[in-house]
């Protein structure tokens, strides 16, 4: 997709999240994750872009979207021990690129950033024990800065257990040889924690 493309893609999704619909937050979900792929794609969005998105961002419900938007990552970020960490990093990417690039025109704005500060030490807190995520699972070109990435610890997790976290919801110590194999969720990465996982 050209960069007409992506842009048009984007400021679809804003524009109609904009209108206030039932799944304005999806939407709006939607142009973000979409903007996070753009910015780190090989031409980023220029001055022209930015502002474009900025001034929708701040159309219509899209504040409201928004806050539901930063309220649904704090959630996610609370679930990181289970099944919430790789969305949580996702959302969070997709809102420090928001940061990074369009603060100067106002967006995401301060009470969102001071939220950000609360998402990250819940991030932190749930990289002592979260299930890492996949090599092929963090975005390629992803900054150094987005650290959240690269913070689980628990890379001798075995795959059950990693499947018991994120299908079964479950913190308890994993024992035992229950049925059922869990190699499925092994990427195939060679370099990835899983590749070495135990079972």
């Known amino acids: 997709m050209g960069m007409t493309g992506r842009m048009d893609e984007v400021a679809d999704a804003l524009t109609r999240a904009s209108a206030g619909p039932p799944n304005g937050a999806a939407l709006l979900a939607d142009a973000l994750s979409g903007l996070l792929a753009w910015e780190l794609g090989p031409r980023p969005p220029d001055a022209g872009d930015r502002a474009r998105i900025a001034t929708l961002l701040k159309e219509?419900?899209?504040?409201?979207?928004?806050?539901?938007?930063?309220?649904?990552?704090?959630?996610?970020?609370e679930r990181g021990r289970l099944d919430g960490y790789v969305p949580a990093c996702e959302r969070r990417s997709a809102l420090q690129v928001l940061v990074d690039g369009f603060g100067e025109h106002g967006v995401p704005g301060p009470a969102v950033v001071e939220e950000l500060e609360e998402i990250d030490e819940e991030l932190r807190a749930a990289a002592e024990d979260a299930p890492p995520p996949h090599r092929n699972q963090i975005?390629?070109?992803?900054?150094?800065?987005?650290?959240w990435w690269r913070a689980p610890r628990?890379?001798?997790?075995?795959?059950?257990?990693?499947?018991?976290?994120?299908?079964?919801?479950?913190l308890e110590e994993f024992e035992g040889d229950a049925p059922g194999s869990a190699d499925w969720l092994r990427c195939g990465d060679a370099a990835c924690w899983c590749h070495d996982a135990p079972p």
């Open 154 to 170: 628990r890379t001798d997790m075995s795959m059950r257990e990693y499947r018991s976290r994120l299908y079964g919801g479950d």
């Open 60 to 77: 219509g419900a899209n504040r409201r979207n928004l806050g539901a938007y930063v309220a649904e990552t704090a959630e996610y970020a």
């Open 139 to 147: 975005p390629d070109r992803i900054p150094g800065s987005h650290w």
